[in-house]
């Protein structure tokens, strides 16, 4: 990825990559990582005032920590689901969610991105 194009993702699709960040939180461009960012409440970041030292924070070393965070198993639990088809939805709504989301014959142009997928909550 250059610093010109720095979009990873299809809209139309899950996250499958993320850029890693700093101590600082900023994006590292150069560093790029599998599967969606894991959700992490905000938490202040330790200054660190040596210098040449590896980072004191890195946003993906606490991962195994905030996977049972709600959010990060709603996302799991919701994936799994669309995975397996909507399962225990009733017919019309399986319909619907089969239409709007797995229908191949849909012009991709009038797809919903998967970020209105998520607030829809499917």
């Given at each position: 990825m250059n610093a010109d194009n720095p979009i990873l993702n299809n809209p139309y699709e899950e996250p499958k990559l993320h850029y890693d960040t700093d101590s600082e939180g900023s994006l590292d461009y150069n560093n790029i990582c599998k599967g969606r960012r894991i959700f992490k409440v905000d938490s202040a970041v330790i200054p660190s005032r040596q210098t040449g030292q590896k980072e004191v924070?890195?946003?993906?070393?606490d991962a195994e920590e905030y996977k049972t965070h709600i959010i990060n198993l709603c996302r799991k639990e919701v994936g799994l689901?669309?995975?397996a088809n909507y399962p225990n939805a009733?017919?019309?709504t399986k319909e619907l969610?089969?239409?709007?989301?797995?229908?191949?014959e849909r012009i991709v142009?009038?797809?919903?991105f998967f970020r209105l997928l998520i607030?829809?909550?499917l």
């Open positions: 924070f890195e946003w993906n070393d689901w669309r995975i009733t017919r019309v969610l089969m239409f709007w989301f797995n229908n191949t142009t009038k797809k919903l607030k829809l909550g």
